[in-house]
Structure formats: structure tokens, C-alpha cells
């Protein structure tokens, strides 16, 4: 009687088990990722990012470095004696510092201040003229001008291929060893896009935290900011992203900003507003690098302007301050420096490290 | 008793199709084979060694010629439309393989086909891609992120030999270039499943040219960024496809 039951019961229960077991097979397991992933961290403050590290472009440790390397690496310029980090220097919160335009292989000047780079996950598109419109292809364009580093895309993925320590950090990237573009440049977009700076005093006090306290004096410039030029560098990142015309006279007559992309009349001149954070480390300041100092950006401020056609409405009155007001404001100014940032041990250049074996001085040492 | 077996082995069987159902789907393609072949005015086009009149009156050399062709779609009788999945090919009259390439297409019967010369807007704003969009490729512009959606290289046949170079790229407002391609079969084709139909799809250069704009070399020699001039090629070369031959 009993055994009867249980063969009836087996009998129900074998399907049902084999079914699970089809579903199983239906849906393999997902397979095993090289790395747990990694996150961006910002302030909850802050909007979400335009670029997301999501399933196009998943973030980890491995994926970081891989772009580090690349990012360090001057074998990406034909001659092999430009990198990324040439221009983009870590202790200038990666601008250049002291280059007014960029300074590129042969010794060749561009016409343009370059930019630091941080935030950039938040930038809706890129250059002064906006010029491109993705983190993950911007790299091309530097690699590819005549006056930067004058190497072609696709000789850079040769260089790259051809390299055997490059292929252990693909490996530990992507799982296998394969080079192409596409993993080039979303490990360049992963180590650029991890480069936050919202550590600053600004932002320490912004979120509270015990300790951080505004002087009076930064207190009472960052009144006047917000009066007078919050409405373009808006906060929390400092700019609102848009491109305009600050009024100055215009030095590279055949640059004539945003109009280069829309061609259209109306954006002759006009520039993205820049963020004003990490003012302290990024000098020359404005798109042809035409200031070293702080005061002379007050002062075209405070000046007679370039009265142009697209002109921003903003710039017709000048500003007028204070010598109280004026040191003021620039004391708030200086809380927008990130000293953690620009120390961040994670956007060191380690390229010795992790390229040592196969580099050719790595010969001379016995 | 057997009756309950031969429930236990139809659950099964039920579920067993269930769980593949989706690649069953799959076996029902069957193949469409498109060769490109590319024309001057009638004659083959022949990269550098031979000259080609225009309408304009010059004569001219080709030394490259490039395009992509995307979101390939056939539309059977009731005007419902199957599209390839991942639908992009580069075709590049110096790289024989890029002139023939295959299409997995559901069985049934087909009036049509619509495809688009270039590359659609989303994969323009979309970050780095990867085969036939490789920027590698170089139909891709850098300093004004967008593709390059057809290229055409030469020089003149004159004492100067003068170079021309058109780059047609643009995907948004007034500078898109995008332009869909409709094509229909003089007689409904028929895909079944295990079987190739091959088609030969013609492209006339002749076309960037002429109508409805007439290019005139000593003129506009070189577009190679987007604008007006990029507009008015792309509407001369957007009729210069047909379909040669179906089997």
C-alpha cells in the first residue's frame, strides 16, 4: 500500500523535476564575471550622471586600470613621446598648467587652453565648442589631430595588440584577450569617469561634515558668487553646461567657438562655461589660456568687454566690488580646490609598474 | 497507469518546447545573399585606372569609394516589415569581401525592401561601437562626433590632376543625411528555410552628381564636413540604388 503511494508520488513528481531541471538549461548561469563591480561615488546632492557605468560599459577595478595605462601610455603618439597625461597632468587636476594652448607632439602648438578633467560623466558633451558628444570617442580625436598626438586609430590598436603586457590587462578586463577600439576606449571613459572631485571645502561643508566651516569671509564671497555668477557656474558643479560669450576680445580671429559645430551666426564666440572648481590648480584660465591669475579674470570681469553680437545679456553691466568684496569672493573661490583630488593615489601614472616587463630599459637592469 | 506516463512525457515534451521555442524561431530563417555592385554610369567602376565622363563635363578618376547601408528591413504583402537585428555593413569598393554579405530572414514572401544609407542618429550619440562601426574604419569624424556616411575620393582628369573629396556626414535637423533606399522586387521573392536567394544590389556613382543638384568639380571639390553642400549629395546619390537581379 505504501510503496504504492510512493511510486504514484514519483511518478507526479519526476516531471515536475525534469521540468526544473529544462528551465535551468533554459537560462544558463551568467558567466563568471573576471570582477566584482565597481562604483561611482558622488554626493547624493548631485544629479545622476549623463554617463552611467551601466551594462554598456560595466566599472571595475580591472577595466580602471587598463584605461590608466592607455591614459599614461606615449606609444598612443606616432613618435611614441606623447601621453594622454602629457597634456592632462594629475597635480593640474589633468589640465596643463602654465601652457596657454596645448602642447602637443614635435612640439606643435594647438589653439586651444586644455581643459582640467573631472566631473566629466556629468558633461553632456565635449571640448570648448562642444565638439564631441561622448565620453567613450573623445579619446579619438586628441590621438588623431596633426598637432596633438598624429597617430591614427587604428595603428594605435596595432601598437596596442602587439603588446604582450597589455594582454594580461585586457584579460583581467574583459575576460579574454582580444584588443579592438570599443575596449580601448570604454576603459579610457572608466578611468576618466572615475575622476570625481567633491572633495573639496566647498563640498565638505555643503554636506555638513563636523569641522568644515566656511570663514567669514568665504561665507560672504560665496553670497556675492551667487549673485553675480552662479547664474552660469552653477552649482554644484560650477557650470550649467551651455555655451556663451563672456565678452572677451577674441584672439584667435578663426576660432570662433561653438559656431565651428552649429555654423550658426549666433554662436560665433561662445564657449562652454567652464567649472570653477580646482581654480588654484588649472592656470591659465579661459579657452585660449589668455589669464594666469585669478585677479586678471576679475578684472575682464570688472572691465569694458568685447561688445559682439552674441555678447551674453549677463556681461552688459560690469561687475563692480569692493577690494572687500573682491577678496571675498576669491577666498570662496578657494574652497572649490580638491587637494584629495589631485593627490588621489588611484590616477597616479604606474605605467612603469604595469608595463615594466616588456619596456626596453627594463633590459638594462640586471 | 499508462495513461499517467504519457501525461509525464507530454509535460515534458510541452515543456521542452516551451524552453526552445525561441530558437526554433531561428530555424525558420533562411538566407538572402547581397552582392554590391558598383557602376559608372553602366560601366563597372574601377578604382584609379579609368576615367569616368559627367554630365557636368569633366572627366575624373575614382580612388576610393565607400558607404554604409543599415537597418535593412522586407516587407511582405501586408505591408509588415522584418528588420535584421544589428543591421550594419560598410561597403568599400577596394575590400571585395565588404560586397557581399548575408542576411538571416524569416521563411515567407517578400513585396520589398527599405534600407538606409548611413548610420542612424542613435548609433551617432551612442559612444564607441565596434565592427563595421569601428571608428578604425575611418568613416568616422573625431573632431565633430558623428560618421561619415559615404565617401567618395578622385581626382580630375585635367593638367592638375586635381584631388576631390567628399565626405557626406550629418545626422540631425537641417544637416541630416540620413536616406532610406526603397526597393521593390519586380516579383515577390521567397525565403525558405536551408535555402539562399541571391540578389545583386546596383549602386550608380554617376548619381552624386546629378539630380536633383548638379556638382560641379571646380566648384565644390571638397565636402568633408557636414552642411549644406553634404545635404544636396546625399539627396543626389539617395536614388542611386536599384536591384539588378534576384534569384
Request: aromatic share 12%; glycine share 6%.
Amino acid at each position: 500500500m505504501w510503496s504504492k503511494k510512493f511510486v504514484r508520488i514519483v511518478k507526479f513528481v519526476m516531471p515536475c523535476f525534469l521540468l526544473a531541471l529544462l528551465f535551468i538549461y533554459a537560462c544558463p548561469p551568467e558567466i563568471a564575471r573576471p570582477e566584482k563591480q565597481w562604483q561611482l561615488h558622488y554626493p547624493d546632492s548631485w544629479s545622476e550622471p549623463v554617463y552611467k557605468f551601466d551594462k554598456n560599459n560595466k566599472l571595475t577595478k580591472a577595466g580602471f586600470e587598463l584605461g590608466r595605462t592607455l591614459f599614461y601610455d606615449r606609444r598612443l603618439s606616432r613618435n611614441g613621446t606623447i601621453s594622454c597625461g602629457s597634456c592632462h597632468q594629475q597635480f593640474a587636476a589633468f589640465a596643463h598648467i602654465d601652457h596657454p594652448t596645448s602642447h602637443g607632439i614635435d612640439n606643435k602648438l594647438g589653439t586651444r587652453n586644455t581643459p582640467p578633467l573631472f566631473n566629466l560623466n556629468w558633461q553632456p558633451a565635449f571640448f570648448w565648442d562642444g565638439a564631441v558628444n561622448h565620453l567613450e570617442v573623445q579619446p579619438i580625436s586628441p590621438m588623431q589631430n596633426p598637432v596633438e598626438m598624429d597617430e591614427t586609430l587604428a595603428n594605435v590598436v596595432d601598437k596596442v595588440a602587439g603588446d604582450t603586457a597589455y594582454k594580461r590587462l585586457f584579460k583581467a578586463a574583459y575576460g579574454d584577450e582580444k584588443v579592438n577600439s570599443q575596449r580601448m576606449l570604454k576603459a579610457l571613459a572608466q578611468f576618466m569617469g572615475m575622476m570625481v572631485s567633491c572633495n573639496s571645502k566647498y563640498d565638505k561643508v555643503m554636506r555638513k561634515e563636523i569641522g568644515a566651516e566656511f570663514t567669514q569671509s568665504e561665507a560672504n564671497g560665496l553670497v556675492i558668487f551667487r549673485n553675480k555668477c552662479a547664474s552660469c557656474h552653477k552649482e554644484p558643479l560650477f557650470t550649467d553646461y551651455t555655451y556663451r560669450n563672456n565678452g572677451l576680445t577674441p584672439k584667435f580671429k578663426t576660432d570662433s567657438g561653438r559656431a565651428v559645430i552649429t555654423k550658426q551666426p549666433g554662436d560665433i564666440y561662445k564657449f562652454r562655461v567652464p567649472s570653477l572648481r580646482n581654480l588654484k590648480y588649472t592656470w591659465p584660465y579661459m579657452h585660449d589660456g589668455r589669464f594666469n591669475e585669478l585677479e586678471q579674470v576679475l578684472d575682464h570681469y570688472a572691465g569694458e568687454k568685447f561688445r559682439s553680437a552674441t555678447m551674453d545679456p549677463a556681461m552688459q553691466m560690469r561687475l563692480y566690488l569692493t577690494a572687500t568684496e573682491r577678496k571675498d569672493l576669491l577666498a570662496f573661490l578657494g574652497t572649490l580646490n580638491d587637494k584629495e583630488f589631485v593627490k588621489d593615489e588611484r590616477f597616479k601614472d604606474l605605467t612603469g609598474q604595469t608595463l615594466q616587463s616588456d619596456h626596453p630599459h627594463s633590459f638594462d637592469k640586471k | 497507469m499508462t495513461i499517467k506516463w504519457t501525461a509525464a512525457i507530454l509535460s515534458v515534451c510541452i515543456c521542452f518546447a516551451v524552453a526552445t521555442g525561441v530558437r526554433a524561431q531561428y530555424t525558420t530563417n533562411g538566407k538572402l545573399s547581397v552582392h554590391v555592385q558598383n557602376v559608372f554610369n553602366g560601366a563597372p567602376l574601377m578604382l584609379n585606372d579609368r576615367a569616368y565622363g559627367l554630365t557636368a563635363g569633366d572627366s575624373i578618376f575614382i580612388s576610393a569609394y565607400k558607404f554604409y547601408v543599415s537597418n535593412i528591413r522586407l516587407v511582405n504583402a501586408e505591408g509588415k516589415e522584418v528588420e535584421e537585428p544589428e543591421s550594419y555593413h560598410l561597403v568599400n569598393e577596394a575590400r571585395s569581401s565588404s560586397k557581399t554579405f548575408d542576411i538571416d530572414v524569416p521563411e515567407g514572401r517578400y513585396i520589398s525592401m527599405r534600407f538606409m544609407i548611413g548610420v542612424d542618429s542613435l548609433h551617432n550619440v551612442s559612444g564607441a561601437q565596434t565592427d563595421a562601426l569601428d571608428p578604425v574604419n575611418a568613416m568616422f569624424w573625431d573632431w565633430n562626433t558623428g560618421y561619415i556616411m559615404a565617401k567618395l575620393e578622385g581626382r580630375r582628369n585635367d593638367p592638375e590632376q586635381t584631388e576631390f573629396s567628399f565626405h557626406i556626414g550629418g545626422f540631425a535637423g537641417a544637416n541630416n543625411t540620413l536616406r532610406w533606399v526603397t526597393l521593390r522586387f519586380a516579383t515577390p521573392i521567397t525565403i525558405k528555410a536551408g535555402f539562399s536567394t541571391e540578389m545583386v544590389l546596383k549602386t550608380d556613382v554617376a548619381e552624386w552628381f546629378k539630380t536633383p543638384n548638379m556638382i560641379y568639380l571646380d566648384k565644390t571639390p571638397v565636402v568633408t564636413m557636414e552642411g549644406a553642400d553634404a545635404v544636396r549629395i546625399a539627396d543626389n546619390y539617395a536614388d542611386m540604388f536599384s536591384l539588378n537581379h534576384v534569384e
